[in-house]
């Protein structure tokens, strides 16, 4: 099976554009932006998705993502940011190689980033709640 790109970009293998890089994560501008400055935040091991990286691991992820939107928003006088992160093809996940989306949001910049919303029957939220409430 072929190494992802997300992995061969980890390795220099092939070049991208490094905003920011420690030894477990690296940062590069997406090269199909939705707008310029889209940064996409990568652990350097592979995983993925969210859901597979270990936890302590987890949590220095969102401290470098918090470091790399700070960063993207300040420097392109962003008015503002979305984080976003697909899991899994039917999501939109495009790499499989988890990865976070730091895309700097500007007034009127064209970008709907809305989804459509959807309603519960009467009594269906119970249902839903006790298939995902934890413990």
Known sequence: MDECIFCKIAKKEIPSTIVYEDDQF??????????????????????????????????KFA??????ASSVHKGLEADGFNIVMNNYKVSGQIVSHAHFHILP???????????????YEDGEMDSFKDKIKLG
């Open 105 to 119: 949001r500007f007034i009127n910049d064209g970008i709907n980033s809305g989804w459509p919303h959807k309603n």
């Open 26 to 59: 690296l940062a590069f501008l997406d090269i199909a932006p939705a707008n310029k400055g889209h940064t996409l935040v990568i652990p350097k091991e592979h995983y993925k998705v969210y859901t597979d990286i270990p936890e302590e691991l987890l949590k």
């Open 63 to 68: 401290v470098v993502v918090k470091k790399v």
